[in-house]
């Protein structure tokens, strides 16, 4: 016998003592668990004269939970003769004494605060009632209104396409371009389109996605592609700041307004006649600043989001505001100026999706010859003379090309070119 055989054979005695009190405990247990005080208590209760203790107790009449008269038929009658509902709550305030104080719930369901000895005065409030009214006009005027703001601007714009059709250039295709917008320009634009495509798509889905694309895709993928959504909103979101500066400090120069502005709106954008315009006609100029400052404002409500409780961004847009003659609350819990940030976030996000829906529509279909100023930078110069003669004069002569045209080539005078609209 080996010297491990002798180990195994003197510590089989042990390991089978081991296993006996194991079990032994284990069967203890079990014995004693009927003995326990809860389970005593629980024998001690004894049902009905010829109720079977297998029997599904039947569910209580209407009526009684609510202790109205309804049911009554079940209830029992007590020593004085009363009726007795042995379903109904007990009243919590019987034999509390004048101290309790029954409105406890109402008081802290509205809001009521105490005080706390951390240092987190916010932790006094347990319930933050206006938390339901937000969620209420999030999930319901905001929804429908943004919806009907969505829709109504593509029937419109679907409309103006079959009434007018697409915008041509009257004079035809010149044959010869000229640079309109530069790299750098171009560049800046397309990363403000980008993003802003993905922040509306990502934002869209987080205010809308729950009742349309839930019931249809299943919540696994919906909350795969939320999940997706949210951290690329976060994220592409400074690439939207950056480009939406870049395009604020590049052209800010050419949309100051000017006379010519005003009889391009009294032209009605040239429905009534050709208007003169610069780089951008009075359309581009109110475009551009509606996304300047709707894209400045929600990135300051974005970062107070990313960053929440950090600065009273709405307690202080009111006060501003309220020196105008407003009346809104300025004295604002740090969650009652988040969910104000949040609504307001939204309304901006709305607003700007219908902007850039139109802007879309006229830089691509709506306008023969648009989209080739964002594309390659280059525009034909009968366009260029049709929408925006007097640039493309300046940026002809600066070439020595003006006058040069060759078959096809428009004058530089008016021209039946039709509306021009903010492309």
Known sequence: MTLSDMTVSKLQPLYCRVLGLVCGLVLLLFVMAPLSPAALAQSSVRLPAGASGSATPPPPPAGILSGTSAGRGAQDVGSSGTARNPFRVPDPTAGKGARYDTRMWEKLRKGAGGTVSILDSNAGQLIQSD???WMKLRNGKLQRYGGWALGGTIVLLAAFFLFKGRIKIASGWAGRTVTRFGFWERAAHWMLAGSFIILAVSGLNMLYGKELLLPLIGKPA??????????????VAFAFMVGILMTFVMWLRHNFPSWRDIVWVAKLGGALGHVSAGKFNAGQKMLFWLIMLSGFSISATGLAWMFPFQAPLAGE???????????????????????????????????????????????????????????????????ALEHHDIWAKDALAARGSLGAQGGGGSPAGPSPAGPQPAE
Request: aromatic share 16%.
């Open 317 to 383: 847009t009111f006060w501003a505001l309220n020196r105008l003659g407003t009346d809104f609350p300025t004295t604002l819990s740090a969650v009652q100026d988040m969910q104000y940030t949040s609504i307001w976030h939204s309304i901006l996000g709305l607003f700007m999706s219908c902007l850039i829906i139109a802007h879309i529509y006229i830089g691509t279909i709506g306008m023969q010859g648009a989209f080739a100023a964002m594309g390659s930078g280059e525009v034909d110069e009968n366009w």
């Open 131 to 133: 938390g339901w009214e």
């Open 222 to 235: 919906f909350a795969a592609m939320t999940a997706w959504g949210k951290s690329l909103h976060n994220y």
